[in-house]
């Protein structure tokens, strides 16, 4: 009995465990694709410098983006996709006006941007769950419900409301000279670290990474499928209260017409960062690397003069690229 039930454990922990080459090329291809993008700009003509402002406005560029994408990185690595962000963004950044517009405390505002995502995040998890939809239906529908949502709640109008400081927190110029980057920056690389750990050691990242690999197997291996999904949604949709509430501290208001299609800026920093949309492979620290990327890449273009449709040009061809750069790693693993 002790015989076959060894390679019975065997196949379970190469199951919830990625594997070591696809881990180490998650890690380095963005870093790499980071250099070249900078290599790049630096070569080009009038070779601008760049300061520790175009740095710390890079950083505060990418948080919102790189915050949501922490949370869309574990969806992707499920095998799953949500199309919602931008609009359940603009939903928790009107519901944190509202409350602190109505006199709300601030952690209690902090605490509804949370549950606002959250909520977005779990009923996300069950129409696809329950209902077995494919997450690109369900989402596909929920992003326009989100938006509808955000435009019912404040009459399709922006809801200005006190920020308690909160603008403070995303700041380029921290007034903390101390701090070389925004507060909320750091918030952000604080999450990442905390969300590393949380993907590769605890049960929900292992269980993550086994139903993106093979849901079927994972759910011979006694995993409850449906249930750790739901949690998936949930956890990125804390993510994405959070980026609604650094929204509401970027505008100084809730507007739910804000973060139109930003959700395909979080989708392409996950995948630019390694993830793949076939399931079962990203990491955090790829994903923060994606959205620093881009931001990176709209700021240059910004400080060389170019106009803003060059720059969703470029932008759409390195999706493309880093797509078919994971679709030729899928084929090269099938093989």
């Known amino acids: 009995m002790n015989a076959q039930s060894a390679p019975q454990l065997a196949d379970k922990t190469r199951l919830l465990s990625p594997s070591l080459a696809g881990s180490l090329l998650t890690a380095f291809a963005p870093f790499l694709g980071l250099a070249l993008v900078v290599a790049l700009f630096y070569v080009i003509p009038p070779h601008p410098p760049v300061t520790m402002l175009h740095l710390q406005t890079v950083a505060v560029h990418t948080m919102i983006v790189g915050i949501a994408a922490m949370g869309m990185t574990f969806i992707i690595i499920s095998g799953g996709i949500d199309l919602s962000v931008g609009s359940a963004i603009a939903l928790a950044s009107v519901a944190v006006a509202l409350a602190l517009r109505a006199g709300w405390p601030l952690p209690l505002a902090v605490g509804v941007a949370l549950a606002t995502g959250a909520a977005c995040g779990l009923y996300n998890g069950v129409l696809i769950t329950a209902l077995r939809l494919p997450p690109f239906i369900a989402t596909l529908g929920t992003l326009g419900?989100?938006?509808?949502?955000?435009?019912?709640?404040?009459?399709s109008m922006p809801v200005s409301a006190p920020t308690h400081g909160l603008e403070n927190w995303v700041r380029p110029v921290p007034l903390q000279e101390w701090l070389p980057f925004a507060p909320g920056v750091w918030l952000m690389l604080g999450l990442g670290v905390f969300l590393v750990a949380v993907l590769r050691y605890t049960v929900l990242g292992r269980y993550t990474f086994a139903i993106g690999s093979n849901e079927a197997?994972?759910?011979?291996?006694?995993?409850?499928?449906?249930?750790?999904?739901?949690?998936?949604?949930?956890?990125?949709?804390?993510?994405?209260?959070?980026?609604?509430?650094?929204?509401?501290?970027?505008?100084?208001?809730?507007?739910?017409?804000?973060?139109?299609?930003?959700?395909?800026?979080?989708?392409?920093?996950?995948?630019?960062?390694?993830?793949?949309?076939?399931?079962?492979?990203?990491?955090?620290?790829?994903?923060?690397?994606?959205?620093?990327?881009?931001?990176?890449?709209?700021?240059?273009?910004?400080?060389?003069?170019?106009?803003?449709?060059?720059?969703?040009?470029?932008v759409g061809h390195i999706i493309i690229i880093a797509v078919a750069v994971d679709q030729w790693r899928v084929r090269r693993t099938e093989r």
């Not at 419900?145 to 009459?155: E, T």
């Not at 739901?230 to 949709?237: H, P, R, S, T």
């Not at 960062?273 to 620290?285: P, R, Y």
């Open 217 to 314: 197997t994972a759910r011979l291996c006694g995993i409850r499928v449906p249930r750790v999904k739901v949690y998936i949604y949930m956890l990125a949709g804390l993510m994405v209260g959070l980026a609604g509430l650094m929204q509401f501290a970027r505008l100084t208001q809730g507007d739910p017409t804000v973060a139109i299609g930003l959700e395909l800026d979080v989708i392409a920093a996950v995948v630019i960062g390694g993830g793949s949309l076939a399931g079962g492979q990203g990491s955090i620290v790829g994903t923060l690397v994606g959205a620093f990327l881009m931001a990176y890449l709209r700021n240059r273009c910004t400080v060389l003069g170019w106009p803003n449709f060059v720059q969703e040009m470029i």
């Open 145 to 155: 419900f989100y938006r509808g949502v955000a435009k019912w709640i404040s009459d």
